[in-house]
């Protein structure tokens, strides 16, 4: 069994930054990617951005290009997302995740493994 557990959220203002890491344990870890999702209040959860395990290639929805960037360290086995100019729009918890899925890694319904899940709330 994988465990991920989310830190790093917290309150920030408008135009503020955050980083968010994503630290797995468990059996051997090796998955094909590692994924960031978010939930806002009254929302459903969204994609937000993900990363090739292996390889490094990254992914990011739209409403986030530009702004945030994911990252992993494979030694740590922790996945991290720096989110800069982050928006009240932003507000959300956000969960890693982690899959074996090779296609439609935007879906989170393709990710087996969840964290918990951390607060980002932005506003003055």
């Known amino acids: 069994q994988v465990q991920l557990v989310e830190s790093g959220g917290g309150l920030v203002q408008p135009g503020g930054s955050l980083r968010l890491s994503c630290e797995a344990s468990?059996?051997?870890?090796?998955?094909?990617?590692m994924g960031w999702f978010r939930q806002g209040p009254q929302k459903e959860r969204e994609f937000v951005s993900f990363?090739?395990?292996?390889?490094?290639?990254?992914w990011y929805a739209d409403s986030v290009k530009g702004r945030f960037t994911i990252s992993r360290d494979s030694a740590k086995n922790t996945v991290y997302l720096e989110m800069n100019s982050l928006k009240p729009e932003d507000t959300a918890v956000y969960y890693c995740?982690?899959?074996?899925?090779?296609?439609?890694?935007?879906?989170?319904?393709?990710?087996?493994?969840w964290g918990q899940g951390t607060q980002v709330t932005v506003s003055s």
């Open positions: 990363v090739i395990w292996n390889v490094g290639g990254t």
């Open positions: 468990g059996r051997t870890f090796s998955p094909y990617a």
């Open positions: 995740a982690a899959t074996n899925s090779r296609s439609t890694l935007i879906n989170s319904a393709k990710y087996d493994f």
